[in-house]
């Protein structure tokens, strides 16, 4: 991304999109990269889903949920 100015998330997904061949008129860089941030912000969320074992968590949002841990 070299021809990126350094801090502008938007550019430095267009000259991504353009090192990949993906510069066409229909391709919104702009539109892009709030879609992308949109959907690492989601994923980010999704890791309070898993334990610390890295399995799934199901008292992420039912604390009530039974885990099966013996005290």
Excluded: K, N, Y
Aim: aromatic share 2%.
């Amino acid at each position: 991304m070299g021809d990126a100015a350094p801090g502008d998330p938007v550019e430095q997904t267009a000259a991504r999109m353009r090192a990949l061949g993906l510069d066409h008129e229909v391709l919104d860089p702009a539109a892009t990269h709030a879609d992308l941030a949109e959907r690492i912000a989601q994923s980010e969320s999704l890791d309070a889903l898993l334990s610390e074992s890295g399995g799934l968590d199901p008292t992420a949002f039912d604390p009530s949920w039974p885990t099966g841990a013996t005290d």
